[in-house]
């Protein structure tokens, strides 16, 4: 008798967690940003970018031999970035509410060379 009521329960639960499934599983949107440091001299290839608020994917690729990174900021709190890199590509992760953020290359003398530039997240 007690193998009869452990084995409904289990059926219940396993329906349960199948009915909940697909709901579940459904992927958050997640906004995604690309942006490039060109081969020759300090700079990227945009001075501005837009993304949705909530999760941001931020695709990175270098094309030079010379190391750089991306780094996102308001003022001086830092929300983060990618790793520094030469000649590659790497991705970021990072949650942003709704603003206007600073982007730049933190590699010294870079951000001030004109490695830098505003995203926008709304």
């Given at each position: ?10 059926a ?13 599983a ?15 001299g300090?700079m ?28 996102i ?44 530039g ?5």
């Amino acid at each position: 008798m007690k193998l009869a009521s452990i084995l409904a329960v289990a059926a219940a639960l396993a329906t349960a967690v199948v009915a909940a499934g697909p709901a579940a599983a459904q992927p958050s949107s997640t906004s995604v940003i690309k942006l490039t440091a060109m081969s020759q001299g300090l700079m990227y290839n945009t001075k501005s970018l837009h993304a949705k608020a909530g999760k941001i994917k931020l695709v990175f690729t270098n094309q030079s031999m010379l190391q750089h990174d991306v780094r996102i900021e308001i003022g001086e709190k830092e929300f983060g970035g990618t790793k520094k890199i030469t000649k590659g590509t790497t991705t970021a992760y990072l949650t942003l509410k709704k603003g206007k953020y600073n982007f730049y290359c933190s590699v010294a003398g870079h951000e001030d060379a004109g490695m830098k530039g505003t995203l926008t997240v709304s």
